[in-house]
């Protein structure tokens, strides 16, 4: 499976977990860009927090 990538509105491409920023929600917590805190979308958060770089 191809590694999921976010290109944030920054211009940051979002690739790993700690290009994420974890803000406590609600139900669902929400995924920031660590950058400038643009929220990221939720299904591609999902895929790229269990991404690490090797
Ligand atoms: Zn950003």
């Not at 690739?15 to 929400?30: F, M, S, V």
């Not at 895929?47 to 770089?53: E, L, S």
Request: net charge neutral.
């Amino acid at each position: 499976m191809a590694p999921a990538t976010h290109t944030c509105t920054c211009g940051a491409v979002l690739q790993y977990r700690h290009d994420l920023e974890k803000r406590p929600g609600g139900i669902t917590a929400e995924w920031t860009c660590s950058d400038c805190g643009t929220p990221v979308p939720g299904m591609v958060a999902e895929k790229i927090k269990h991404q690490h770089p090797s």
